[in-house]
């Protein structure tokens, strides 16, 4: 039986044996499908800040009113709180005023920008996402510098609006916040282009596919934001209103 039983195993590899430690040891190995999208979006936010430092350096930091990323301590939190009504719209971290987190502090996780904080208790803080409907930033094209403001969609996707009527932009062009935004630090990666639209009326648009992982974040870090919170500045346009606390 023993000399029958290495012959089998020797003519099939041994895959019968393989088959079952994988079924045994499946249910103990961690999700594959998202830790994979964990490490692409840590990787598209490496490609981002390296793209977003190649335009600085090329135009030697020629424009105006650009604040690059402060290198501060981050404040790492779990979150603690979702609802499944407005999945894309807010989540809750565990950690609050007594951590030191106050309201306009910039979210963010692996793959970039995440949201910034509106309102603060002293154990949890509330976050309102890029991918909320009302959220308003000012985005730049990384590559060519052109510039817009971008507005969430309930999805992982967002919508760049140009100032500009015939924008340089290009499927697959990083886009980062702007100067022309009080929310959040300029240079810091919000995600890519994956369409444009030339012909919307009335001012081009482009939709930007996020690339931090929103739809399931388990932790977030928070960081300071020293400029007053105020609503984005869009040219010819009234500033968007402030979101409810």
């Known amino acids: 039986m023993a000399v029958g039983s290495a012959l089998i195993l020797r003519q ?8 079952g430690y994988q079924l045994l040891t499946r249910v ?3 999700n594959v499908a998202q830790q994979k999208l964990l490490e692409n979006a840590q990787f598209q936010e ?16 020629e424009l105006v009113g650009y604040v690059s990323e402060t290198k501060k301590a981050g404040i790492t939190a779990p979150v603690v709180g979702r609802s499944a009504d407005h999945w894309w719209q807010l989540l809750i971290l565990g950690r ?3 951590d030191n987190v106050k309201v306009g502090y910039i979210v963010m996780a692996p793959g970039g920008v995440v949201g910034r904080v ?26 060519s510098r052109f510039m817009g403001y971008m507005r969430g969609q309930s999805t992982s996707h ?9 924008p340089d932009v290009r499927r697959g062009d990083v886009v980062s916040t702007s100067s022309l935004s009080q929310l959040f630090p300029a240079g810091m990666p919000v995600g890519r282009v994956e369409s444009v639209n030339l012909n919307k009326s009335p001012a081009p648009e482009a939709t930007i ?12 870090v928070v960081y300071p934001h020293d400029q007053d919170a105020a609503s984005v500045e869009i040219p010819g346009k009234k500033p968007a209103p402030q979101p409810v606390p």
């Open 12 to 19: 099939t590899q041994a895959t019968p044996l393989f088959e």
């Open 28 to 30: 103990f190995q961690p």
């Open 46 to 61: 490496l490609q981002q800040r390296l793209t977003e430092l190649e335009s600085q350096n090329q135009r030697l930091r």
């Open 96 to 98: 609050g005023s007594s």
């Open 118 to 143: 509106t309102s603060v208790t002293p154990n949890t803080s509330r976050v309102l996402l890029l991918s909320d409907p009302s959220s308003r930033i000012g985005v730049t094209i990384s590559r």
């Open 158 to 166: 967002a919508v760049m609006e140009f100032f500009d009527k015939v």
């Open 209 to 220: 596919e996020l690339s931090a992982p929103v739809s399931f974040l388990e932790w977030a």
